[in-house]
Nanobody, 124 residues
């Protein structure tokens, strides 16, 4: 089992940057696929990015490709999401998620463990 705690959210102007972090408990963090999802008010939760257990494979939603970068440090039990060139449409609660085996990395149904989320607000 793993517990996840996100940090790094906040208010930023359009075009700015933020870096989200997700700290995980547990000794088997390096075995988990990690993902970031977001949910804006009145909208369904959507996939943002995911990273394999080794960090060698990364996946991104088309809407953030080229602007966001997911990374992980298995020695520190953390996964990060560097968000650059932020847009107003990126405003949402961002949550990290984990699972030992994910068939469809872009589906929130594939992740068993979730953090509480951190608010990201991008102003125009």
């Amino acid at each position: 089992q793993v517990q996840l705690v996100e940090s790094g959210g906040g208010l930023v102007q359009a075009g700015g940057s933020l870096r989200l972090s997700c700290a995980a408990s547990g000794r088997t963090f390096s075995s988990y696929v990690m993902g970031w999802f977001r949910q804006a008010p009145g909208k369904e939760r959507e996939f943002v990015a995911a990273i394999s257990w080794s960090g060698r494979r990364t996946y991104y939603a088309d809407s953030v490709k080229g602007r966001f970068t997911i990374s992980r440090d298995n020695a520190k039990n953390t996964v990060s999401l560097q968000m650059d060139s932020l847009e107003v449409e990126d405003t949402a609660v961002y949550s990290c998620a984990a699972d030992l085996s994910v068939s469809y990395y872009y589906s929130d149904q594939g992740y068993d463990y979730w953090g509480q989320g951190t608010q990201v607000t991008v102003s125009s």
